[in-house]
């Protein structure tokens, strides 16, 4: 997967190609994930991407935005993204050229804000078999992840969060309908 | 089948009978914007079309992250944020009226029976007054400023029944820590918390927004405590058109969770480094060092708050081992301690006190902690590298236990000193 990543620094706009993952791998987290962690609140003024990328987990797992590739799958355990309402967490990823999030459950606002920016958070029983580094292959479609040749299932988003992942993300979403039913219901 | 608070909030607002678990398009009566959130949500706001927002009353903007600016970038997001303000119509309380969430409140910005959102967080505070509140991200929002409504999933509701009375130091700083210590970070993901019961009917206003506050701490899309005499007085005071009405729970109401709590044996709590549900006695932690006390926030930098904290100090002084920020939550609070000799105890007794804003709790404007450091702070989180140095430690407790801790210079029990 090769991503474009725009990036406007001092008036100048520059169009980087970052180097894709041939094998995307497996960025393994715990519990609790919080949104300071994925990117610290002194980064907050950062409004770009790839900018917010560089800064992704900086104090407590450095390495991450030194090597992270286009394509590779963050991996985390319970209640990933819990705390601040932050959409420059989600960003950071995206700017990284994460697509996927795997995890056993999300805090709410980061799973809709992930959906809104055009990030797939997925749900998994267990991510104990996914081991850092490992090899990934995530097929939403299917409901399935292959992780070192194994495969685990993958529960699919709502329906009415899927429609606005079909559409690319909520900007997306907007644009198609144009203008909405208030109190309209959609499904259960 | 009865139905609970929130869904009648619902109901209300769409005229139609909601359940819980079914996803709505819901009209927004206010939304928040601050610094940090807003130059995004704006973004968004644009990138969909955008040209005019539903309705410039309905918003709410201001600056409190990271004022007055502390970096080139923050005065360019403000700037930003003024530009729209003013072009839209936009009532913009700049950096002039402190912490957003005291401000909505103290403005009259959220009424019983209303769906707000905001973008930061901890926007369930404003469940304090009955409002639905609950906060977004910045293409949410940007949603919602463009359309005037949002996609909802009605939440569940636990309900948190407290009975018994205070003893005397703790409060309900220590009471929320209690119940998300019980819940877990994640227990009450996607549902509502209610708390009901005499010690909520019994506590004032400032202490059903530090409740409400912590109710995303345990994952919460809300709190909510049921509009009262209190509430009515509160809100009427701002919107003298409000008339009061009925607005509880049904007896048959279906609830996800009932749990109750009695605080009649209460002692302080005190959430230990690195997560807020990581809740422990005082007794447990007295004893440990701390480099820095941190007493404001959106969760209790409130008169209150201030006052419990001046109580505590009598006329002592803060140990001169330990760096005292004190930061009013809103400019109204600020006046409050001012006028009551509050603010020049506080300083007498060798506190720096700060503009209205969010300090220490933000971890990017001032009052960061270098690796090893302690910090005990009065708000809402403990996560590694939240206010500074993802090596430092930071512990979270009401007023008291840190007025008490910076007195001693370690984490002390408020009923000792």
């Given at each position: 997967?090769t991503?474009?990543?725009?990036r406007?620094?001092?008036?100048?706009?520059?169009?980087?190609?970052?180097?894709?993952?041939?094998?995307?791998?497996?960025?393994?987290?715990?519990?609790d994930?919080?949104?300071?962690?994925?990117?610290p609140?002194?980064?907050?003024?950062?409004?770009?991407?790839?900018?917010?990328a560089?800064?992704?987990?900086?104090?407590?797992?450095?390495e991450?935005?030194q090597?992270?590739?286009?394509?590779d799958?963050?991996?985390?355990?319970?209640?990933?993204?819990?705390?601040?309402?932050?959409?420059?967490?989600?960003?950071a990823?995206?700017?990284?050229?994460?697509?996927?999030?795997?995890?056993?459950?999300?805090?709410?606002?980061?799973?809709?804000?992930?959906?809104?920016?055009?990030?797939?958070?997925?749900t998994?029983?267990?991510?104990d078999?996914?081991?850092?580094?490992?090899?990934?292959?995530?097929?939403?479609?299917?409901g399935?992840?292959?992780?070192?040749g194994?495969?685990?299932?993958?529960e699919?988003v709502?329906e009415?969060?899927?429609?606005?992942?079909?559409?690319?993300?909520?900007?997306?979403?907007?644009?198609i309908v144009?203008?909405?039913e208030?109190?309209s219901?959609t499904?259960r | 089948?009865?139905?609970t608070?929130?869904?009648?909030?619902?109901s209300?607002?769409?005229?139609?009978?909601?359940?819980?678990?079914?996803?709505?398009?819901?009209?927004?009566?206010?939304?928040?914007?601050?610094d940090?959130?807003g130059?995004l949500a704006?973004?968004t706001?644009?990138?969909m079309?955008?040209?005019?927002?539903?309705?410039?009353?309905?918003?709410?903007?201001?600056f409190?992250?990271q004022?007055?600016?502390?970096?080139?970038?923050?005065?360019?997001?403000?700037?930003?944020?003024?530009?729209?303000?003013?072009?839209?119509?936009?009532?913009?309380?700049?950096?002039?009226?402190?912490?957003?969430h005291?401000?909505?409140?103290?403005?009259?910005?959220a009424?019983?029976?209303?769906?707000?959102?905001?973008?930061?967080?901890?926007?369930?505070?404003?469940g304090?007054v009955?409002?639905f509140?609950t906060?977004?991200?910045?293409?949410?929002?940007?949603f919602?400023?463009?359309?005037?409504?949002?996609?909802?999933?009605?939440?569940?509701?636990?309900?948190?029944?407290?009975?018994?009375?205070?003893?005397?130091?703790?409060?309900?700083?220590?009471?929320?820590?209690?119940?998300?210590?019980?819940?877990?970070?994640?227990?009450?993901?996607?549902?509502?918390?209610?708390?009901?019961?005499?010690?909520?009917?019994?506590?004032?206003?400032?202490?059903?927004?530090?409740l409400?506050?912590m109710?995303i701490?345990?994952?919460?899309k809300?709190?909510?405590?049921?509009?009262?005499?209190?509430?009515?007085?509160?809100?009427?005071?701002?919107?003298?058109?409000?008339?009061?009405?009925?607005?509880?729970?049904?007896?048959?109401?279906?609830?996800?969770?009932s749990?109750?709590?009695?605080?009649?044996?209460?002692?302080?709590q005190?959430?230990v480094?690195?997560?807020?549900?990581?809740?422990?006695?005082?007794?447990?932690?007295?004893?440990?060092?701390?480099?820095?006390?941190?007493?404001?926030?959106?969760?209790?930098?409130?008169?209150?708050?201030?006052?419990e904290?001046a109580?505590?100090?009598?006329?002592g002084?803060?140990?001169d081992r330990v760096?005292?920020?004190?930061?009013?939550?809103?400019?109204?609070e600020?006046?409050?301690?001012?006028?009551?000799?509050?603010?020049?105890?506080?300083?007498?007794?060798?506190?720096?006190?700060?503009?209205?804003?969010?300090?220490?709790?933000?971890?990017?404007?001032?009052?960061l902690?270098?690796?090893?450091?302690?910090?005990?702070?009065?708000?809402?989180?403990?996560?590694?590298?939240?206010?500074g140095?993802?090596?430092?430690?930071?512990?979270?407790?009401?007023?008291?236990?840190?007025?008490?801790?910076?007195?001693?210079?370690?984490?002390?029990?408020?009923?000792?000193?």
């Amino acid at each position: 997967m090769t991503e474009q990543i725009e990036r406007e620094s001092g008036g100048i706009r520059t169009v980087e190609v970052p180097r894709s993952a041939a094998s995307p791998r497996v960025w393994k987290f715990g519990d609790d994930i919080d949104t300071d962690a994925i990117i610290p609140g002194r980064f907050l003024t950062i409004n770009d991407p790839a900018e917010l990328a560089r800064h992704a987990f900086e104090g407590t797992r450095d390495e991450f935005a030194q090597s992270v590739l286009p394509g590779d799958v963050v991996v985390g355990g319970r209640n990933f993204g819990m705390g601040s309402s932050r959409e420059h967490a989600p960003l950071a990823l995206k700017g990284a050229g994460i697509r996927y999030i795997v995890a056993e459950s999300f805090a709410r606002i980061f799973y809709r804000n992930a959906i809104n920016i055009g990030l797939l958070p997925l749900t998994t029983p267990s991510t104990d078999g996914f081991a850092d580094g490992a090899e990934i292959a995530v097929d939403p479609s299917g409901g399935r992840v292959t992780v070192d040749g194994k495969e685990f299932p993958v529960e699919p988003v709502p329906e009415f969060l899927q429609r606005i992942a079909d559409a690319g993300g909520l900007i997306e979403y907007a644009r198609i309908v144009g203008e909405v039913e208030t109190c309209s219901t959609t499904s259960r | 089948m009865g139905s609970t608070l929130v869904e009648k909030v619902f109901s209300r607002r769409c005229g139609s009978d909601v359940r819980a678990g079914e996803v709505v398009m819901a009209p927004v009566d206010a939304a928040m914007i601050h610094d940090i959130t807003g130059p995004l949500a704006i973004r968004t706001f644009l990138e969909m079309g955008g040209e005019r927002v539903f309705d410039p009353a309905r918003v709410v903007m201001l600056f409190d992250h990271q004022v007055p600016a502390d970096s080139i970038p923050a005065a360019e997001n403000q700037a930003i944020m003024r530009r729209f303000a003013a072009e839209q119509g936009i009532l913009n309380y700049d950096l002039r009226e402190g912490v957003c969430h005291q401000v909505v409140l103290e403005k009259g910005r959220a009424a019983p029976g209303e769906i707000v959102i905001g973008s930061d967080s901890h926007t369930c505070m404003y469940g304090a007054v009955g409002a639905f509140a609950t906060g977004v991200g910045s293409t949410d929002m940007g949603f919602a400023l463009r359309f005037g409504a949002l996609y909802f999933r009605v939440p569940e509701t636990v309900r948190a029944t407290v009975t018994g009375a205070f003893p005397e130091r703790v409060g309900p700083k220590d009471l929320i820590l209690s119940i998300i210590g019980d819940i877990g970070a994640d227990g009450a993901t996607y549902r509502a918390v209610e708390f009901c019961g005499e010690a909520v009917s019994s506590m004032g206003m400032a202490g059903r927004m530090t409740l409400c506050n912590m109710a995303i701490e345990m994952g919460a899309k809300a709190g909510i405590v049921p509009p009262d005499e209190t509430t009515w007085d509160y809100v009427r005071a701002r919107r003298p058109d409000i008339e009061p009405f009925p607005l509880a729970s049904d007896p048959g109401a279906d609830l996800a969770d009932s749990r109750t709590y009695d605080v009649g044996e209460f002692e302080p709590q005190v959430a230990v480094p690195h997560n807020v549900d990581n809740v422990v006695p005082v007794s447990r932690v007295a004893g440990t060092h701390v480099d820095q006390v941190f007493i404001g926030s959106c969760t209790n930098g409130r008169y209150e708050d201030l006052a419990e904290a001046a109580s505590v100090l009598g006329d002592g002084q803060f140990s001169d081992r330990v760096r005292v920020i004190v930061i009013p939550a809103s400019r109204d609070e600020y006046l409050k301690a001012l006028r009551a000799g509050l603010i020049e105890r506080f300083v007498e007794a060798g506190a720096l006190v700060e503009a209205p804003c969010c300090g220490p709790c933000m971890g990017g404007a001032f009052g960061l902690i270098a690796p090893g450091e302690v910090s005990l702070s009065t708000s809402n989180r403990n996560f590694r590298g939240r206010q500074g140095s993802a090596e430092g430690l930071v512990y979270l407790a009401s007023a008291a236990t840190a007025a008490a801790s910076a007195v001693r210079g370690e984490i002390t029990d408020p009923r000792e000193v």
